[in-house]
DNA sequence: ATTAAAATTGAACAGTTGTTTAAAAAGGTT
DNA sequence: AACCTTTTTAAACAACTGTTCAATTTTAAT
């Protein structure tokens, strides 16, 4: 019960494909079993057989998508070479570049926070992202006047104006305000602009 | 079955009262019509008896949500009086309001973005807010040469300004980054900040 | 008080869902 | 080949879930 095999990962890794595309769209509540063994082409007993229960399944997607999202972009905010501005660009890019690839992120994530019991907890709790350089530069900003606001407030308009464009997308393309291909534009366009909009906002 | 009776609406009432919490909390899929009757502190039947289906007392919820959060929004939005700063300050004023008093409606609507099949689709077709004045407003601001960006990008700003801290509230609140009581603080400042943000963007 | 409609109840239904089980198939080692 | 382990399969279970039904109670009107 202790050792994993080795040998054929790929059963294995079938399930858990399946497993990201089928919990990411649907949620945890919504997804059924038989749907990620349907997506995986594989018999429904195999699931139980890989992972112990839908559950733990869940866990295991779950804490990829919070590695991706959260503890990746904790490097660069807590990178102390990094000036404010710089670190803002970085974490800025990365996240476009990853929700751009994984566009259901975000919707994943909020569904979770709602239903999830202490699973999202459990992450957030080893989370460097609120107690990090950054926030430690910025309090020291505002210690020497040179920031009028609460340092939260950044750090909220940094997540909001890079997240909010694709938990709204879906709506924005349903009311062609954004045509088909122009979303991957103007969130390449934002690359600029969100830095810039903090400039601002920094003082 | 058309006409509906006057009489006593209580029963009724709690049920609705019940959903509105155990949809809001939970989201459609992990909400258990059985949830709704022992938070109503009825009988199980009577939701199907008042409401035909978990599905249609679904949709009374989710219209309520969506009315509140888009029709009433864009009544700012369309009012042809109203310069752009204007209508931005009292829709901002009006969601800081409406979310502080629900917080949990981000999440529960994004929630039904990701699962819902249709039901957000219908309501957000008639949806006015992203076909309204201000639209209209900011793209002849960019035709004259007025607004360097993307009208979008006013859009997605504002309301991910506003809506975003509501959406990381739990997070903030368990990191200890924001204290008890303190979140209020920070959203009553952010209808000064708000405005004042957006006007650095518009130019 | 009688009568009819409406509201409420407890029980049951039919279908779904996560999980388990026992048996068969496949793979590897000696 | 014989033997053991791992993997796969079909079937079933037991609990859950949305919904319905028949019977009872309450309400209102005449």
Chains 1, 2 share one sequence.
Request: charged share 25%.
């Amino acid at each position: 019960m202790a050792g994993k095999k080795e040998q054929d990962a790929s059963t294995e890794e079938k399930i858990l494909a399946a497993a990201r595309v089928v919990f990411t769209r649907k949620g945890f509540a919504a997804t059924k079993v038989r749907d990620i063994a349907a997506e995986a082409d594989i018999n429904l007993s195999l699931v139980n057989y890989y992972f112990r229960s839908k559950e733990k399944l869940f866990e295991v997607v779950m804490a990829e998508a919070v590695q991706k999202l959260v503890f990746e972009i904790s490097t660069f905010f807590n990178d102390e070479q990094l000036s404010i501005p710089e670190k803002i660009t970085k974490a800025v890019n990365y996240y476009i570049d990853l929700l751009l690839e994984n566009p259901d992120f975000p919707l994943f994530l909020v569904n979770e926070i709602i239903t999830g019991d202490d699973m999202f907890t459990r992450f957030a709790q080893q989370n460097t992202l609120f107690q990090s350089h950054l926030i430690r530069q910025l309090f020291a900003m505002k210690e020497e006047g040179k920031l009028a606001v609460h340092p939260v407030h950044i750090m909220m308009n940094v997540i909001g104006l890079v997240v909010m464009p694709f938990l709204a997308r879906p709506i924005l393309e349903r009311n062609d305000l954004v045509k088909d291909g122009e979303f991957v534009t103007l969130m390449n366009e934002r690359r600029m602009l969100i830095p810039l909009w903090l400039k601002g906002m920094l003082g």
